[in-house]
């Protein structure tokens, strides 16, 4: 969970929505959900819907075959580290990157 800040509302859910390629793992979106306390939880089904949605407005790479999604637990996402998922079982893979040379 964010840290709050005094005074802020509540978090009272997070989730991230990932939109990938189902043949290779490739990510084409991550959705990030906050839910603020007094705020109304979403359902799983929209936001797959705001995933999948984003993903073919945003996508900038080749044409997928087949896109899916999968929830994955936001403390999974690394800093420094690209990520896929993994086709056949759906975990997010963090793969970390190497320092660049000088």
Avoid: W
Avoid at 67 to 74: G, K, L, R
């Amino acid at each position: 969970m964010l840290s709050a800040t005094p005074g802020a509302p509540k978090v009272i859910a997070e989730y991230v929505c990932v939109a990938y390629d189902a043949a290779n793992g490739a990510i084409m979106h991550v959705h990030l959900v906050t839910t603020l306390e007094g705020g109304e939880v979403p359902t799983e089904d929209s936001m797959r819907a705001t995933t999948l949605e984003h993903a073919r407005t945003f996508f900038r790479g080749p044409p997928r075959q087949t896109v899916e999604t999968t929830f994955v637990e936001p403390s999974e996402l690394r800093r420094n580290a690209m990520h896929r998922i993994d086709p056949h079982t759906r975990k997010l893979i963090a793969v970390p990157l190497e320092p660049l040379q000088k």
